[in-house]
């Protein structure tokens, strides 16, 4: 069995995250096992939702962090690889500049990807193992820069939209008025009458929060207690929150905006639960870069090294 190593980089509007997986098949099936998660707390929403642009300071932090994933990359021996910016970075003035600064830095290429684009890869890649024929499922992303919302029926992309609500944007009270009435209205309009709806939540802070509730993974984290703990956290300090659920600092800040957000949605959606299979942008961007590598490998008689 021949297993290689693919790698995903999620350049969010709070975090990086490198994301190195096993892949290999085994009777013209695909399996994917983690072999590593770096998470650098490099919080690019900071700089482009308040100035809509990054700051040169956030660039080195930007630079050191994939450097390190370069040489991590080449520790695992991937083969593979794709790097993506979502909200923070295609806001940012300069981000053509950035991209570029970061190529001749690292020798690691970064595209930009719209809201739209984001929420497929999330989802389509991992689709198949979460829903089921003829059941509908609207799913959830929560990100520091913006909420991307997919609504699957029969295993079919029904609807997708993306609002400019995100916790880093919320918590530096970025977020217009306007944007929570469309999010508002968006779902009044599309899913008043769908009683039979699932909801599917991913993030890193419902992730955290999932992990916190030490459920079994294919349970579901109910509303009533989604509420409740994010009114415990909002009531205590920074370091209080740390303290008790040993979050880290670039976590324990957005956590609670991110958690009224999944609330807010789900009260818009009279949704009792969420559930929460713990995949996210690296999954799907992992999955495309076995995509690339299969289309690439056709054509040419060398393996490709990064």
């Known amino acids: 069995m021949l ?4 790698a995903g980089i999620d350049i969010g509007s709070n975090a990086m995250r490198l994301l190195i997986m096993n892949v290999y098949k085994d009777e013209n099936k695909w399996f994917f096992n983690k072999s590593a998660l770096v998470r650098a707390p490099v919080r690019l ?3 482009s939702f308040a100035n809509q642009i990054i700051t040169e300071e956030t660039l080195d932090l930007m630079t050191h962090a994939m450097k390190s994933y370069y040489h991590l990359m080449q520790t695992y021996q991937v083969v593979s690889y794709k790097a993506c910016g979502t909200s923070a970075l295609r806001e940012a003035a300069n981000r053509d500049y950035i991209v570029e600064e970061i190529f001749k830095r690292t020798g690691l290429k970064i595209d930009i990807i719209d809201g739209k684009e984001e929420a497929d890869i999330i989802y389509k890649t991992q689709i198949d193992r979460i829903v089921e024929s003829n059941k509908s499922y609207l799913f959830v992303d929560v990100g520091g820069g913006s909420t991307e919302l997919t609504y699957y029926h ?10 400019k609500i995100g916790s880093v944007r919320l918590l530096n009270n970025l977020v217009e008025k306007s944007e929570w009435e469309s999010l ?9 009458n769908k009683k039979d709806l699932i909801l599917v939540g ?8 999932f992990k916190k509730s030490k459920q079994e993974l294919g349970t ?7 509420q ?9 300090t920074m370091d209080e929150r740390i303290r008790k659920y040993e979050f880290n600092t670039d976590r324990a ?3 609670v905006p991110a958690l009224s957000i999944y609330e807010k949605i789900m009260k818009y959606m009279d949704g009792k639960e969420i559930f929460v299979p713990k995949i996210g942008l690296a999954d799907g961007l992992v999955q495309m870069a076995l995509e690339e590598y299969l289309l690439n490998e056709k054509n040419r008689s060398s393996t490709i090294r990064i």
């Open 202 to 209: 991913s993030g890193g802070n419902i992730n955290t929060l």
């Open 220 to 226: 579901s984290l109910k509303y009533k207690y989604i």
């Open 253 to 255: 800040d957005v956590i």
């Open 3 to 6: 297993i290689r190593k693919f």
């Open 228 to 236: 409740e703990f994010k009114e415990e956290l909002a009531a205590m």
């Open 45 to 47: 929403g900071k700089d």
């Open 184 to 192: 508002k209205e968006w779902c009044k309009k599309n899913f008043i």
């Open 154 to 163: 029969d295993k079919k992309v029904i609807q997708a939209k993306s609002f």
